[in-house]
């Protein structure tokens, strides 16, 4: 079974600054798929970024980009320019080929101050 | 366009009824999942379907049933409601394996006293 850890529940960071979100996992698997969501106070569950386990090239959208190292098994995000509809749990997350379901962490709350 | 559709938003059950969390998609997808959410927690899947008629347990499946009839309607039954499945929780569904962003309903807050 794998795991998903990460370390920070809260982080707090003014606007327009940069943050970065950790995630390890743990897995016997060699190839997987991880995700970053985000639940904002609606509950709404919200992808933010993806990124598969055999590209090296770390996946980017917009003011979101992870830090992908396989080696270290370690999947971090990192936020550009924070806004505050940024606030929100951030969800890590992965998953097996064989889509037998997302396996999460307990989530980071983000809060961006004005 | 819908998406996913969960029913009904909340609900308080008393220990000891049961009731059906009702989720459909209107997107053609093959699988689809049910999650439950503890406060300060991730997302713990429950059951799981890959299509029409099959079903599979997830993490933590004791207490629910599951059924899978159509390709659209995946509703998961709670009997004998507990105290300890107060929780939020989430049906989603995907269009296939690997990278495929999940579609997630809106969730449904479930209280048990």
């Known amino acids: 079974a794998q795991t998903v850890t990460q370390s920070q529940p809260e982080m707090s960071v003014q606007e327009a600054e940069t943050v970065t979100l950790s995630c390890t996992y743990d897995t016997s698997e060699s190839d997987y798929y991880l995700f970053w969501y985000k639940q904002p106070p609606s509950r709404q569950m919200i992808l933010v970024i993806r990124q598969e386990a055999y590209k090296q090239q770390n996946a980017t959208e917009n003011r979101f980009s992870v830090n992908f190292q396989k080696a270290a098994k370690s999947f971090s995000l990192k936020i550009s320019d924070s806004q505050l509809g940024d606030t929100a749990m951030y969800f890590c997350a992965f998953m097996k080929p064989v889509s037998d379901g997302l396996t999460f962490g307990k989530g980071t709350h983000l809060i961006i101050q004005p | 366009n819908a998406g996913v559709t969960q029913t009904p938003k909340f609900r308080i059950l008393k220990i000891g009824q049961s009731m059906t969390l009702q989720c459909a998609q209107d997107m053609n997808h093959n699988y689809m999942y049910w999650y439950r959410q503890d406060p300060g927690m991730g997302l713990k899947l429950i059951y799981y379907s890959v299509g029409a008629g099959i079903t599979d347990k997830g993490e933590v499946p004791n207490g629910y049933n599951v059924s899978r009839s159509t390709t659209e309607d995946f509703p998961l039954r709670l009997e004998l409601a507990a105290p300890s499945q107060t929780s939020v929780y989430f049906c989603?569904?995907?269009?296939?394996?690997?990278?495929?962003?999940?579609?997630f309903g809106q969730g449904t807050r479930l209280t048990v006293v």
């Open positions: 989603a569904s995907t269009a296939m394996t690997g990278a495929t962003e999940a579609f």
